[in-house]
């Protein structure tokens, strides 16, 4: 195995670690960050744009902006740019190429391996798509483990005593509450629930909604038609957020936001931390259903849960820590940056994985239950949710028709009663069954559910054993062909990348030689000095026309010269011996 990393791949943002020495250590983005916007942006010249600067544009470019593609994965969604529609996988695979090549870039090594989290109430589909992303972007993905178990890891909580733990994690658009048991070197997620549809962002859109109300009121100026203006109501909403998470009031202040009648208009208000608790209320007392509904799962009551972990950017409100607080009767625990947790966590589980963290097993569950659909819309569930993974299970049926000689098998995921309520995750047909009365063929349909979480199913006539099985891949929404050309999509895009990289390191080095080149050609003498002019204006050409071939043919004359004349100074940017250029 290669260099692994860790990666939490966020709705809003995405964080990656590694093991130092054996401790989890984040890895800074290019830019210096520690997290990394999950936005990626095609830019009107061509050019792909992802994190920091692919959410600065946004203001100027929002219809080829796209975030939040979480949000999407697993379905059949797609955005069109340019003539070409991107799944959710491809889109999510250029926020992991960019975390990929940045942590190569800080390591000075190639990354080949990941483990990724996921949110707990993930479904299958979600699972294998963000898996397929992290293949399109070139990782070999070895896991893909929940967000709050990865959490529990990073907390070190595996290394206490025996314990059972919540962790209640609000990131930017999902939210997740899961009950963990920690026993020596076992974790067990007896439980998780949640609501993929609720994070920071719906936090940032009260506030957005309260602000552009205040406006009208205020100024008679609806906002809402105007683009820029709303993405600047919208920054302004999540920083005052970020802001009253310290303190009691924070300042807006939009000058120019508007042009009225009578001339330029501005944002200027208060906000308190009183009435954004008071925008927001409806939020915060969404997450006591989940976190019931976790601990009625786990068959257990407050008193019986010893902490609380707090994860993702949003768990730092503090109207959500005593919401926490009043329903569990625990101060929450919050001793690593949320934001970061769930990397750790992952790149420790990487270590298990690689040999190189000892004596620690994980236990997962399946978040939803899994089944098949029987005579009469009914779905017969084979394997309940919250079974620990991994997870074989098998059941026998039979046929519903006198001589009935094939059966389709629709896999089902939900916890509906109705099988044609709950999501397909594909169908195959057993053929060749012996002829015989309805119900007396022995059918076994066998549900497997690998560590992560990918699932099986085969179904077998026992009197024939005849065999029939699918692995739910499909359920990405994504042929292998389609992977494999997104995969080569990606390659070329890196090699794309590494040839600008080259080419402008190339062309500093020849900007670096020509200023060294006229400095010396003011103290030549002819005919030298008639050389090096020549040299010095082929240079000029071959930058001016952007040729590299010729950049890099004429650097060299004008290096010769300059050597023949004793003046050439290695300046550190020039070429290395294999003809490429450090940056
Ligand atoms: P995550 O997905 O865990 O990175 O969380 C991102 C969300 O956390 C975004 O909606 C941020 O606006 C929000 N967030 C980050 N820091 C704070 C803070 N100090 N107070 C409130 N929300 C925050």
Partial sequence: MGKLIGIDLGTTNSCVAFMENGEPTIIPNAEGGRTTPSVVAFTKNGERLVGQAAKRQMVANASRTISSVKREMGTDWRVNIDGKNYAPQEISAMVLQKLKADAESYLGEAVTDAVITVPAYFTDAQRQATKDAG????????????????????????????????????????????????????????????????????FDQCVTKYLV?????????????????????????????????????????????????????????????????????????????PVRQAMQDAGLGANEISKVLMVGGSSRIPAVQAEVKRMTGKEPFRGINPDECVALGACIQGGVLSGSVKSLLLIDVTPLSLGVETVGNVFTRIIERNTALPVQRSQIFSTAAN??????????????????????????????????????????????????????????????????????????????????????DAEMYAEEDKRKKEAQAQKDAAESLLSQAKRTQKKMKSPDKEKLTEAIRALEDALKREDDWAVKNASDDLKILLEAAGQYVDNGAAENDDGSFDV
């Avoid at 070999?140 to 206490?160: F, M």
């Avoid at 000689?405 to 044609?420: F, H, K, P, W, Y």
């Avoid at 995750?425 to 560590?451: H, Y």
């Avoid at 979480?453 to 929404?477: E, W």
């Fill in 135 to 202: 293949r399109i972007a070139g990782l070999n993905v070895q896991r893909i483990i929940n967000e709050p178990t990865s959490a529990a890891l990073a907390y070190g909580i595996d290394k206490e005593a025996p314990q059972k733990i919540m962790v209640y994690d609000l990131g930017g658009g999902t939210f997740d509450v899961s009950i963990l048991d920690i026993s020596q070197d076992v974790i067990q997620v007896l439980a998780t629930a949640g609501n993929n549809h609720l994070g920071g962002d719906d």
């Fill in 213 to 289: 109300e205040e406006f009208k009121r205020t100024e008679k100026i609806d906002l809402i038609p105007d683009h820029m203006a709303m993405q600047r109501v919208r920054e302004a909403a999540e920083k005052a957020k970020i802001e009253l998470s310290s303190a009691t009031a924070a300042t807006i202040n939009l000058p120019f936001l508007a042009q009225g009648a009578d001339g330029p208009k501005h944002m200027e208000l208060t906000l308190t931390r009183a009435k954004f608790d008071d925008l927001t209320r409806h939020l915060v007392e969404a997450t006591t259903g």
């Fill in 403 to 488: 001589f009935q000689t094939s059966v389709e098998i629709n896999v089902l995921q939900g916890e509906r009663e109705v099988a044609s309520y709950n999501k397909s995750l594909g169908k195959f047909r057993l053929e060749g069954i012996r002829r015989a009365m309805r119900g007396v063929p022995q059918i076994e349909v066998t549900f497997s559910i690998d560590a992560n979480g990918i699932v099986n199913v085969s179904a077998k006539d026992l009197a024939t054993n005849r065999q029939q099985q699918i692995t739910i891949s499909g359920s990405s929404n994504m042929s292998q062909a389609e992977i494999d050309q997104a995969m080569r």
